[in-house]
């Protein structure tokens, strides 16, 4: 059960120029020598990340594959998982991290900017850290007070909160070294991502694309907090890119970069994923809208942008393309490419070259009628399914995509990239809005539907050839799937589903080789893998939540949805 102690209570002290907000921690000094000596996450060994037993970071690796080397737990023997510990959070709302462990030491968040850290071996509570958010409304918070987890570096531990700061703690204790704020609360931004450390900053991202904020990217050195640099992904009139919009809209333009990013340390390029453009209805904002809908290549030293690639122009949807995007090699038509390959909101799986940008290619992976092709490497869309203020059209995907934040997994041994779909479509009508700071600007009204294509799905797992684009398995789900991608070198993938399981499926065949107990809720965190004294573990949150409930419009009142439980439930299984 959640541990009761009430935490102690840290003054703000002004830090780097910047006020800490009040902080609170529970140290456990009596169990905290139980995980053993902390091993410091160096540079090297986050650049190394992918070939060791531990799970340093968001997705793993700097590649954002999802994928780990362990293969004590493979296809032979998945099916004797047992549960080894667990823990429950108390928190209603929807939990999304993965649990992040270097040796026998996991850290772990919840909603609302909880932090825990467990040996991660037997579930000891080590210590905690809870952010001070008695005084912050929360109302600009998008889909969730939810929190995607944390980065590690040296020895300290770094999460980014609700209220917009970005907090470095002492990995051992819990205790606050720095915390910086980059944005004030309720006015328009939040921040849920986990942050990425790389080349001793730390790198994070901003949400705020339904409120009128101007997203950005920011780096701040890893020791000290202080800002390195920061990139707005709107850029102003006079900037590249910024006669792509009317000439003053990028103070409102949206351009949230609410996911991590991916690193590559062979071109040294630094990939972010950029959401929708301010206010939805694209009618009061002509042109395509950069960066906006897009992925783009930056200097991780300057935060300068090398190149973009917009997978939707000039959207008026809600496709974001702020999901994550891996780093792969390929060979589509005979010919070799380093890639990085995505599955966008707006119902396309991308192939992009990751020295150039050039789009090698883009094929659907659901049903998109929108964005409807490529033109000279470019995606073209439907202007007849374009809303206006006197026009309602029906479209595929809806807003909540064919795919949402919830990370694929890309396996290095099958090719393939497992991909958590979703299948509905909306209306959606434009109507008239003005901008007002801390408020909603979307321009438009919708209804989240069924896809006719699929009436009895609302999602399914499915695996993705990157060489060819094409399908090579699928799962289908009566309910959404909510949940990222863990596969591994035991010829597995590892997923959660809303109706409250966790499944290992044969990474070759979609054979369903193992089934988790009855869990105490719907799955959407995202599963990890680590191996500490010998033995593999699998750890996961169960705790219903997030976008799909909030906005899932006809999906959402389908009883079945309404019916999953909540709560927060940390497991760890093991063979």
């Not at 939707?312 to 974001?320: G, I």
Request: with cysteine; aromatic share 12%; glycine share 12%.
């Amino acid at each position: 059960m959640r541990d009761k102690i009430s935490p102690g209570k840290l003054a703000g002290a002004l830090l780097g120029g910047t006020l800490c907000a009040t902080l609170a921690a529970t140290v456990l000094p009596t169990r905290a020598s139980a995980a053993g000596a902390y091993q410091p996450v160096t540079a090297q060994r986050l650049e190394h990340a992918g070939q060791g037993p531990d799970w340093l970071m968001y997705r793993h690796d700097y590649g954002s594959t999802g994928y780990s080397v362990l293969d004590q737990i493979n296809a032979a023997n998945v099916a004797g998982l047992k549960p080894v510990w667990d823990y429950k959070t108390g928190f209603p709302q929807g939990h999304e991290a993965p649990p992040v462990v270097n040796g026998d030491y996991m850290f772990i968040t919840t909603p609302k900017d909880e932090l825990l850290a467990f040996q991660a071996s037997t579930g000891k509570l080590l210590w905690k850290y809870q952010q001070d958010l008695s005084n912050v409304g929360l109302k600009t918070v998008c889909c969730d007070v939810v929190n995607r987890g944390v980065a590690l570096f040296d020895d300290m531990v770094y999460m980014a909160t609700l209220d917009n700061y970005v907090v470095a703690l002492d990995a051992r204790t819990g205790k606050v070294k720095w915390s910086r704020q980059l944005m004030g609360s309720d006015v328009g931004y939040a921040m849920t991502d986990a942050p990425l450390v790389v080349q001793g900053r730390v790198v994070v991202g901003i949400s705020g694309g339904e409120y009128g904020g101007r997203g950005f990217i920011t780096a701040l050195d890893a020791k000290t907090g202080n800002v390195d640099w920061k990139t707005y992904t709107v850029p102003s009139w006079n900037e590249p890119g910024g006669k792509s919009w009317p000439k003053g809209a990028y103070k409102t333009g949206g351009g949230a970069t609410w996911l991590t990013g991916t690193y590559d340390q062979g071109t040294n390029t630094l990939f972010w994923g950029v959401g929708n453009p301010g206010p939805w209805l694209a009618t009061l904002r002509p042109g395509k809208n950069l960066y906006t809908d897009s992925v783009v290549a930056l200097n991780p030293a300057t935060g300068k942008i090398k190149w973009s690639f917009q997978y939707t122009p000039n959207d008026t949807w809600d496709y974001d393309g702020t999901n994550e995007t891996v780093m792969t090699d390929i060979d589509y038509q005979g010919v070799a490419h380093k890639a990085l390959v995505s599955a966008s909101r707006n119902g396309w799986f991308y192939a992009i070259d990751r020295e150039t940008g050039k789009l090698i290619y883009a094929t659907p992976f659901a049903t998109a009628t929108s964005v409807n092709g490529v033109k000279d490497g470019e995606m073209t869309t439907d202007p007849a399914l374009r809303p206006t203020v006197d026009k309602q059209v029906f479209t595929c995907p809806s807003f909540l995509g064919g795919k949402n934040w919830w990370p694929i997994s890309v396996d290095p041994e099958t090719h393939d990239a497992y991909v958590p779909t979703m299948h509905t479509c909306m209306t959606i009508k434009g109507t008239t809005v003005s901008y007002k700071a801390g408020l909603p600007f979307l321009g438009e009204s919708f209804n989240v539907m069924a896809d006719p294509k699929f009436p009895n799905e609302w999602g399914e797992v499915q695996a993705i050839d990157v060489n060819t684009g094409k399908q090579v398995w699928t799962h289908p789900s009566k309910l959404p799937w909510n949940d990222g991608m863990l596969s591994t070198a035991g010829g597995l993938v590892f997923s959660g589903s809303a109706d409250g399981h966790m499944y290992a499926f044969d990474a070759r065949t979609g054979k369903i080789l193992w089934t988790s107990p009855q869990l105490s809720s719907g799955v959407i965190g995202v599963p990890a893998t680590w191996k500490v004294g010998g033995k593999q573990y699998i750890g996961f949150y169960a705790g219903w939540g997030g976008a799909t409930p909030l906005w899932g419009g006809d999906m959402a009142k389908d009883s079945a949805v309404q019916n999953i439980p909540t709560g927060g439930h940390l497991y760890v299984f093991a063979l």
